[in-house]
């Protein structure tokens, strides 16, 4: 958190991002490190600077309101952390590996050079420290720089720079109560000598002031975790020590004596990482789940700024929800998450279980494992189960799309839709909005499908007026319906059971024919669309793609690929699919009337890719190659193992992130200050003196068209004029204008300005009895009255100057 | 081996402890009136019994002028034992009704005793005895316990609710502090279980409350407050340095709070709760502070030696955590040939017979019995006097015992399934 506390900066894979603290909103993406950032710290010396480390071995010096590298020192070995305290001139401290030993890394100090240029090689390397841990976590920095405190394993070793000596305790290693006592984390007091461990078996030591020397140490337990502390962080002063743990609850410890410990629980996930801001007016925790919460100086939550949300499994695909466009998946245990791609912001959250989840290892939890939206997003289906190995727990749940709420009601809880786990789920999507062609389909390992209908209550009584129900349960030769399919009319539901596809009619429900493939299993099946309809396309276990003629019932062409994912385009006849081999995924674009791709991009990704879908864009793209046709109409993504989200783009990476990095809000960056005060001051005005609507309007335009002062503000202070010189100026458009200012006055005002900056001196005093004078007609008559030139006002002054004061004299 | 599980002995709990920092012995009351002197150089070695008494009861133990220890209790007598003889050498009483708390002043010249009418009194320390000095102010509410301030000049003495500072020249009341503000809307009282007075001017409470309070006694107001526990912090002790203390509750935990620096080299100290301890199942009646070691007694009869691992140079035997749960002296002793036993318990004797099996097996293999373990008598001592120590004959037939004033010798006499005791 930047010192005040209105930026959040984060590090975030090859990326810093800086968020604002009042809006949520990324403000700044800086980009430039060829690996990932390990660690981030402001400058001490520049609170408007950032250093960065990463893995491609540099440190880079940002300014991060305007997002540029002011320089790169290189380092060379990899950078596993960076620390920056404040009480050391030019050098910063980095974790690095040392080149083959038996203590893999080491706490070295760099020394940042002064030299000029971009691009410094940071040559003065002294080692602090040998044999420290690798996280970033495990290293802190002590009151005024004096030492060191680095953890590992059951040591714990504070360096005092002063006189270059180190001091290890060691803690004996106890396995007591499941939980092995090592240490997993260390911060230091910044006023006192004080030092805080966090431990795995949820217990925090605290070690007092006597650690330098070896003999006389002590410390105190503080033990309310249950399980691993993740991280300690400080408040400023010291007067209270903040521990975040897998039990997502923020506890407070406090220093004073007689004060009770605090908490803030329901935090959602595991606490990674606590970080404290430099005024103490805020603190953030960040969360497994790729999320950071924002909590206020008294403990109470404010902000949550999360993007996609990282859960444990993602059971239920990549969905896109055809209302919102935004991909949905697996959110927080039990919650469906809605993820905007645009802005990279989950737009909310959905509790599908409704059940307090408990975080303990080893316990069955109830989890959505599918989803499936109906009738352009007006339908919800969502099946959650409970890892039970023998019986599993289903429920199958239809949700409506309520228009009042803007959000989805449960209409429906079937418990135990099938005897076994569900597989697939689909519905038949019409064109046509009629309720009662809604069918949904739901295949499971109990060899089975089933197909559900909308009924309507014939109960008076009941809340809703539609349920549903199941209407068909259809089986072939006993083996396990594993996908299901609609044809794009909704005429054909396709199902395949282990290695046949069976197709059928959705009307009568009659089995048409059967296609196969006989090595392996069939793991997807999708129809083809528009042109492409009368093709089924399947994949299956032994590395086949095949396609099938539905007129012919043969047949067309397959292709030997290891196939993962199969995603058609809802727009367009194109189907994506990819494929994994041990060197990598490689994706291939193809229509199924074709049997030679479109589109080909072999080894795109190293990883394993676990999921797909295809997103319409909001307005066709323009592609400018033929080979990038595909992605004129929706945009392909990816999801992988690690729960990286990946897209493919005809566009170079600059191209895109340039927009991203222009928007820089003046407005909401304005520190809080006197000048700024005044300002809202001066803007506030007017809106109070006119009572008329219409007034208002001309006014907030008068505000906007303020010209001296956005300049004042938007231009860099070294190219600005003297102060003096801005005086005159800047007091000028204080001046309340008058509405009905002549065109010829716009033209003199430049002469006007001259004018008064010649007689300021006794000018002083009219222009702030003018102030106080204007209201009163504006208030009464609604619109101004005068229509004086400017010789005329200058008349009138003139004459309120003159000493009447003899009148008195009678 | 005979497995007996028929000695039915209950210890007695520890009272309250007082140590010696020049001998380097500590001093242990039991509840049962027992005083045990146990020797710290000497590897913990329990030197010194002195046999309990069933009209006296220790509150409070205290050594004064070199190696004289004395002890006071409910009976209202302060006395002095008499630790070559084991027994009690001067009684006085206190004319205060029951006394519940006495100190010693450092250089052990004068004793101080608080008593259950609210009144402190003052003895001076002669050499054959204690004399009394003078009384000093007196208000309501017992003395539970107090202290001395390191000069001499001032005691600080608890109550319930309160405590109070009385100068000692002038024996006035100087300041009345209450203890029990800041507790919200509960209206009880709050009984200042344990006191300590350090040369700062530092007072240091614990009360009912489970509090270890910090005051300054000039101005009356709190300095520091921790809540140790969420019972009765019920004793507590001060290093003699002044830089460490000992907090025992009444849930069987004790608590180390030190004083330590804030700063690397700064002379800005403070209080720090740092070690918490539970070795006892039941109340920690009392604890002492010698310089290496944490000594603590409860009222599960245990006493628990913590030394201090930062304040010990090398590793031995000192270093161990020492626990004493079983008595140090003989209770049963055993006819060999006549296979009987002999329990000794505070103010009576049993006799059993030891069980007999016919049966042979192999180690390690319990055997059944054919003969279950017999209780044949019981011995009722007379008089108040608690029995210092007793044997039976090998032949079974003989049964000694003495208190501190009395040696007695009785012939059992056994034929067939009578059995008779005659007094000799």
Known sequence: ?810 | VHRVRFFGLVPAGVRCLAYQARGARLALARTDGAVEIYNFGANYFQEKVIPGHETRSVEALCWAAGDRLFGAGLSGDIVEYDLARLSVSHSVDGCGGPIWSMEANRSGTQLAIGCEDGSVKLFQVVPDGIQFERNLDRRKGRILCLSWHPSGSHIVAGSINIFRVLDVSSGLTVQTVMVNCRVQKVKRECVVWSIAFLSSGTVITSDSFGRVQFWDWEKGTVQESYTVSTSAALSMAVSESEDSLIVGTSSGTTHQLQLLPVKMDSQEKRWVRTKPFQYHTHDVRAVAHSPTALISGGLDAQLVIRPLMEKVNKKNYDVALRKFTFPHRRLVSCARKARLLLFQFSQHLELWRLGSTEETGKDGEVLPLCRMPEHLVQLKSKGPEHISCSCVSPCGSWIAYSTASRFHLCRVQCEGNTISVKKV
């Open chain 1, 1 to 810: 958190v930047s010192s005040s506390s209105r930026y959040l900066l984060c590090a975030s894979g090859d990326f810093v991002k800086v968020y604002s603290v009042a809006t949520e909103e990324t403000l700044q993406l800086m980009g430039g490190h060829a690996d990932r950032v390990t660690g981030i710290q402001l400058n001490p010396h520049n609170h408007m600077q950032l250093y960065s480390s990463s893995l491609d071995g540099s440190i880079k010096l940002w300014d991060f309101m305007d997002g540029i590298a002011i320089k790169t020192f290189t380092v060379g070995s990899k950078l596993m952390a960076l620390y920056a305290p404040p009480d050391f001139e030019d050098s910063v401290f980095v974790v690095t590996p040392k080149s083959a030993d038996r203590d893999p890394f080491q706490l070295v100090s760099v020394k940042l050079t002064k030299a000029a240029g971009q691009d410094v090689e940071a040559k003065e390397l002294s080692v602090v420290l040998s044999g420290v841990n690798a996280s970033p976590k495990c290293i802190a920095f002590g009151r005024e720089g004096k030492y060191v405190a680095s953890v590992k394993q059951f040591e714990l070793c504070v360096y005092f720079f002063k006189n270059k000596l180190a001091q290890r305790f060691s803690l004996r290693p106890s396995k007591a109560n499941g939980g092995s006592n090592h240490f997993t984390c260390v911060t230091c007091h910044p006023m006192e000598d004080c030092i805080a461990t966090g431990h795995a078996d949820g217990k925090i030591r605290v070690w007092y002031a006597n650690f330098h020397h070896r003999k006389d140490y002590t410390y105190s337990t503080l033990h309310w975790h249950h399980d691993t502390v993740m991280d300690l962080a400080y408040s400023v002063e010291g007067t209270y020590l903040l521990s975040g743990g897998v039990e997502a609850v923020l506890v407070v410890w406090p220093n004073e004596s007689d004060c009770q410990r605090d908490f803030l629980p329901r935090l959602g996930s595991p606490i990674e990482h606590i970080s404290m801001s430099a005024d103490g007016s805020q603190c953030c925790t960040l969360h497994t789940d790729n999320r950071i919460t924002i909590i206020s100086s008294n403990l109470r939550f404010s902000k949550s700024i999360q993007g996609l949300i990282k859960s444990s499994n993602i059971k239920t695909g990549l969905v896109v929800d055809p209302r919102t466009k935004a991909l949905v998946l697996n959110g927080e245990p039990g919650h469906l998450q809605f993820y905007c791609l645009q802005t990279d912001q989950q737009l909310f959250s959905l509790d599908i279980v409704q059940r307090t989840y408990i975080h303990q290892a080893g316990l069955h939890q109830t989890d959505l494992v599918k989803v499936a939206f109906g009738a352009q997003g007006k339908w919800l289906a969502t099946v959650e189960e409970r890892e039970e190995v023998a019986d599993p727990e289903l429920q199958l749940k239809l949700w409506y799309y309520n228009e009042e709420t803007q959000s989805f009601k449960l209409n429906t809880r079937i418990n135990t839709p099938h005897e076994d786990h569900i597989t697939d789920m689909c519905f038949r999507e019409m064109d046509e909005l009629e309720d009662d062609s809604l069918i949904l389909v739901t295949t499971g390992k109990d060899c089975v499908f089933k197909v559900w209908l909308m009924v309507e209550n014939t109960d008076p009584e009941a809340q809703q007026r539609v349920s549903w129900s199941c209407d068909f349960v259809g089986s072939y030769h006993n083996y396990q319906a594993t996908n299901c399919c609609f044809s794009e009319d909704g005429s054909l539901l396709a199902v395949s059971f282990e290695e046949t596809v069976t197709v059928w009619d959705s009307v009568t429900w009659d089995l048409k024919c059967t296609f196969c493939c006989p090595p392996g299993k069939i793991r997807n099946i999708c129809f083809g669309r528009l042109t492409c309809s009368k093709y089924l396309i399947g994949a299956t276990d032994y590395g086949f793609l095949c396609c099938w003629n539905l007129l012919s019932c043969a047949l067309e062409w397959s292709a030997h690929l290891n196939i993962l994912v199969l995603q058609p385009d809802p727009l367009s006849e194109y189907i994506a699919a990819v494929s994994w081999l041990p060197t990598g995924s490689s994706l291939f674009v193809f229509k199924p009337n074709e049997a030679q791709p479109v589109y080909i991009q072999r080894n795109f990704c190293k990883q394993k890719i676990q999921l797909a879908a295809f997103v319409p864009r909001d307005e066709p793209e323009m592609v400018s190659s033929e080979k990038y046709l595909w992605l004129r109409r929706s945009q392909l993504f990816f999801l992988t193992k690690t729960q990286e989200l990946m897209t493919l783009s005809a566009k170079s990476l600059e191209e895109r992130l340039t927009p991203a990095s222009k928007q820089l809000a003046v407005e909401e960056s304005l520190p809080v200050t006197p000048f700024s005060l005044l300002l809202g001051k001066h803007r506030r005005r007017p809106s109070q003196e006119n009572t008329d609507l219409g007034n208002r309007v001309v006014q907030n335009k008068h505000e906007q068209e303020s010209p001296a002062v956005r300049e004042l503000l938007h231009t860099p202070a070294h190219v600005l004029p003297s102060a003096s010189f801005l005086c005159s100026m800047f007091i000028n458009s204080l001046l309340i204008s008058k509405e009905n200012k002549s065109a010829e006055e716009v033209a003199d005002e430049v002469e006007m300005e001259s004018e008064q900056a010649e007689d300021d001196s006794d000018e002083e005093g009219g222009v702030t009895e003018m102030e106080q004078d204007d209201p009163s007609p504006v208030e009464s008559l609604g619109e101004l009255p005068c229509k004086l030139t400017k010789s005329q006002e200058r008349e009138l002054r003139k004459i309120r100057k003159v000493d009447y004061s003899w009148i008195a004299a009678f």
